[in-house]
């Protein structure tokens, strides 16, 4: 057999890296922006500079990239999951990830206990460039049909009353 560019495979989720889940991302071109961690201060982006001059603070987004280990039939894998997939996963956007987070500290372990053993058919592909170390997910649909994306469970989980 030739040696495919992604598999589809289905698999199980044994466990997500919740303590990184995102990275902060141009709001125009979508590329990652160098976060200063010490700081806290982003950079701007260097492919829009002259936008961000004028959109006051729309500068930045956050974007979901995921590391999460999952068994196949025959073996467990880690694996990378980026924004488009991981929305199907958590039902929300990454900054709407982190502004609920922010009220419930405890989210991302929540979120992995959430995720933790359900079954997914997911397309993986080999890293395109050299460093990449990971197999990337590109797809991921979920089995059981009464899947809940993880914000829907957590706003059950943490019996959420927006405004009351
Ligand atoms: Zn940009």
Do not use: W
Not at 79 to 86: G, L
Not at 139 to 154: D, G, N
């Amino acid at each position: 057999m030739e040696d495919d560019k992604s598999t589809a495979v289905t698999c199980t989720i044994l466990a997500i890296d919740h303590s990184n889940c995102y990275y902060r991302a141009c709001a125009v071109c979508e590329r990652p922006l160098p976060d200063d961690s010490t700081t806290g201060v982003l950079s701007s982006c260097k492919f829009c500079d002259f936008r961000a001059f004028n959109s006051v603070s729309s500068g930045s987004i956050r974007l979901f990239r995921i590391l999460m280990s999952i068994a196949t039939d025959t073996k467990v894998l880690t694996v990378i999951c980026f924004d488009k997939v991981a929305r199907v996963l958590f039902g929300c956007s990454a900054d709407e990830f982190f502004d609920f987070a922010k009220l419930h500290p405890f989210s991302g372990e929540t979120v992995d206990k959430i995720l933790e053993g359900e079954m997914f058919q997911m397309t993986l592909s080999k890293p395109q460039n050299g460093n990449a170390q990971h197999l990337r997910v590109v797809s991921a649909v979920p089995l059981r049909s009464r899947f809940q994306p993880a914000i829907e469970a957590l706003r059950e989980h943490y019996g959420s009353r927006d405004g009351s």
